[in-house]
Nanobody, 119 residues
Framework: QVQLVESGGGLVQPGGSLRLSCATSGIFVSINAMGWYRQAPGKQRELVATITAGGSTNYADSVKDRFTISRDNAKSTAYLQMNSLKPEDTAVYYC?????????????WGQGTQVTVSS
């Protein structure tokens, strides 16, 4: 069983910062890409950022130059540093990872963490 657990969400004022963490636990061989997605009320889940095992990153246009994705492979953890937050960043943020187990590859999701940007 593989589990992803997000943390670090909360309420922040516009212009503020938050750092999300996504810890992977369980029995697995390796982790390839990890990513952050978000879903606002009434909207579809959308990509925020992804990072490969080698550190290559990709961002949604709406968060470029404000958000930074990183990972610590030794800790099987991904991070999302969010700066200059805007009310439109309000959403539930989900982490996912492509994980290799002895039975093969699978994509796993965390339970989500709420980020609310409001004055």
């Amino acid at each position: 069983q593989v589990q992803l657990v997000e943390s670090g969400g909360g309420l922040v004022q516009p212009g503020g910062s938050l750092r999300l963490s996504c810890a992977t636990s369980g029995i697995f061989v390796s982790i390839n890409a990890m990513g952050w997605y978000r879903q606002a009320p009434g909207k579809q889940r959308e990509l925020v950022a992804t990072i490969t095992a080698g550190g290559s990153t990709n961002y949604a246009d709406s968060v470029k130059d404000r958000f930074t994705i990183s990972r610590d492979n030794a800790k099987s953890t991904a991070y999302l540093q969010m700066n200059s937050l805007k009310p439109e960043d309000t959403a539930v943020y989900y982490c996912n990872a492509d994980v290799l187990r002895r039975t093969g590859w699978g994509t796993y999701w965390g339970q989500g963490t709420q980020v609310t940007v409001s004055s």
